[in-house]
């Protein structure tokens, strides 16, 4: 069964330094997503990408992040100038707008 | 603005014991709704879902049934199993954004 993946599955990083999550949605999706876990507490939605644009984007979300799709298999969410408030569990998701979004199984960051 | 309500946690069962767990949601419109279960250091993966009044969604023996109603969505399972501890994640898709916005997680401990 296709699925979601995710690299890496830690990230450890100093606060200021930038990061680049990467993710391979099932391949014939077309909407894309980032979500974030922080420890103990609710998954938040940050950003939805589609036809190579942000479709919508949480007040998360600021200027520090960007998400790009480079080639036709990866997705990734830079934070660039990451804070300790950043560290969280990142998921990816990839839905082929049917309503039902399939998560990959999340990176770690850990910004010490 | 749309919100989802679930129970608090941790729910503490033994095993073959009869699982409820509730969720309530506030949303304009008729969204889609469904349940994800977050194993123990894995991602999130779909359970169940219901796109409309009176669907019922099942999956492994679990169960949840769309009631406009009284705007809930409550997980049930006649017979739990040890394998079924986990997190439990109530969530609404809102037709017109597609955003999956989620509750707190219901944390299940089944006991042999």
């Known amino acids: 069964e296709p699925e979601v993946t995710q690299t890496p599955s830690h990230q450890v990083t100093q606060m200021g330094q930038e990061v680049i999550l990467r993710c391979v949605p099932i391949?014939?999706?077309?909407?894309f997503y980032w979500y974030r876990q922080i420890l103990g507490q609710k998954v938040e939605f940050l950003v939805s990408f589609y036809n190579n644009e942000i479709s919508e984007k949480s007040e998360i979300f600021d200027d520090q992040f960007s998400v790009e799709r480079p080639d036709g298999s990866n997705f990734t969410l830079k934070i660039r100038s990451t804070k300790l408030e950043d560290s969280a569990m990142y998921f990816c998701?990839?839905?082929?707008?049917?309503?039902?979004?399939?998560f990959g199984p999340g990176t770690r960051l850990t910004v010490l | 603005g749309n919100s989802v309500t679930q129970m608090e946690g941790p729910v503490t069962l033994s095993e073959e014991a009869f699982l409820t767990i509730n969720c309530t949601y506030t949303a304009t419109g008729y969204p889609s709704l469904f349940w994800y279960v977050q194993y123990p250091g894995e991602g999130l993966q779909l359970l169940l879902k219901a796109t409309k009044a009176d669907d019922k969604g099942s999956n492994k023996g679990f169960e949840a049934t769309y009631r406009k109603e009284t705007t809930s969505f409550h997980l049930e399972k006649g017979s739990v199993q040890v394998s079924d501890s986990a997190v439990y994640f109530c969530?609404?898709?809102?037709?017109?954004?597609?955003?999956?916005?989620f509750g707190t997680g219901t944390r299940l401990q089944v006991f042999p």
């Open positions: 998701a990839s839905s082929s707008r049917t309503d039902t979004q399939y």
């Open positions: 391949s014939n999706h077309l909407y």
């Open positions: 969530a609404l898709s809102d037709k017109n954004t597609d955003k999956l916005i």
